[in-house]
């Protein structure tokens, strides 16, 4: 083997630079870890409610379902649901970590998205659905993590966020029909 070998490098380098390259190398692993288990536990329809002594869930709704929703109130604005869905999507888009997975229905829209948590990125089920009630397009706001027992209160900050960037918006006034 010659003194220039990879494997040479390595066993001259510094027990710094061993320390730092093993834990990183050890995140590496773990994230790829918790991606194939994401993977493996998508929820792929809105649920209808969070399960009993749930801590890893936050659903904000118009009936009896609202759930970690701290002193939120259910959404509902004076707008179409085409404007309401074009809102929705581009707050996913707009946030580095989210993507929209899936935009469903026409009378009722469910929009599906993964939001994934900053330094482990754990990934999050979001739904979004909305629909017309009156002249108003109501919001049920729906978010749990794939994995764990308990989120750490990030659903509430999240949908905490989400529900505080939909309520500044300049919404068109159009009266919601369907």
Not at 9 to 29: D, M, Q
Not at 133 to 154: C, K, P, Y
């Amino acid at each position: 083997m010659s003194e220039d070998s990879i494997f040479n490098k390595w066993k001259l380098s510094s027990p710094y630079v061993k320390w730092s390259t093993a834990i990183i190398a050890g995140w590496i692993v773990l994230i790829l870890l918790i991606q194939l288990m994401n993977s493996m536990s998508a929820t792929l329809s809105m649920p209808t409610e969070c399960g009993e002594d749930s801590m890893n869930c936050f659903r904000l709704a118009h009936d009896e379902t609202s759930y970690a929703s701290g002193d939120l109130i259910a959404l509902k604005f004076n707008a179409t649901l085409e404007e309401a869905q074009n809102v929705v999507i581009n707050w996913f888009d707009e946030g580095i970590l989210s993507s929209v997975i899936s935009v469903e229905g026409e009378k009722m829209i469910v929009i599906h998205g993964v939001v994934h948590t900053q330094f482990w990125f754990f990934a999050d089920d979001v739904f979004i659905s909305m629909e017309c009630n009156g002249n108003l397009v109501e919001l049920t706001l729906h978010s749990q993590s794939r994995l764990g027992m308990n989120d750490l209160g990030e659903n509430l900050r999240r949908m905490t966020g989400f529900h505080a960037d939909m309520t500044a918006v300049k919404w068109s006034g159009t009266a919601c029909e369907g």
